[in-house]
């Protein structure tokens, strides 16, 4: 299969093709809940992105005064080809979402504690760039010794399996 998208991954069973994955996240929080997101970049940064770079590993979502969902500290490499036309790296990118879920995610992060993260970023079937972004509450030490515990017994399982047949 060719595609032009170079690096990006394509998740099975989907039209998407995954650009960054923020694999840390859920092993850091647990995720109580997931938005779709549109994002407002620049031409060079679309570019970019189809290359299949980026990185959402230290990238954080945070609402700001007038009411709109900011992507603070993503990574998208500058385009060589867009010479002065070129973004910064790390700018902080608008998300797009309804007013009902702004809402949603500002009341949570206020009255309950909670955390924006992005957790993956990628292209739809139609080609446009979304952010999936999880309200997710911090896991505790003890909740991820346990989590690389089911991991770590998953994994042998799988292969005591594939050695009985």
């Known amino acids: 299969m060719s595609s032009k998208s170079g690096g990006a991954k394509k998740k099975p069973g989907d039209g998407s093709k995954i650009i960054a994955d923020n694999r840390k996240a859920r092993f850091n929080y647990s995720i109580t809940e997931t938005f779709e997101a549109g994002i407002e970049l620049k031409g060079s940064e679309v570019k970019s992105l189809r290359t299949g770079q980026g990185s959402l590993n230290e990238a954080y979502a945070h609402a700001t005064r007038e009411g709109e969902i900011m992507l603070v500290n993503a990574y998208i490499p500058v385009y060589l080809q867009a010479n002065r036309f070129n973004h910064e ?74 050695e009985k047949g």
């Open 89 to 162: 790296t790390r700018r902080p990118r608008k998300l797009l979402l309804h007013r009902r879920e702004i809402d949603k995610l500002v009341a949570a992060v206020q009255r309950q504690g909670m955390t924006i993260v992005p957790l993956r970023m990628y292209f739809n079937d139609k080609g446009f760039v979304k952010v999936e972004i999880g309200l997710a509450q911090g896991k505790k030490l003890a909740d991820k010794r346990e989590t690389l515990k089911e991991r770590s017994w998953e994994r042998d399982k799988a292969r005591l399996m594939r």
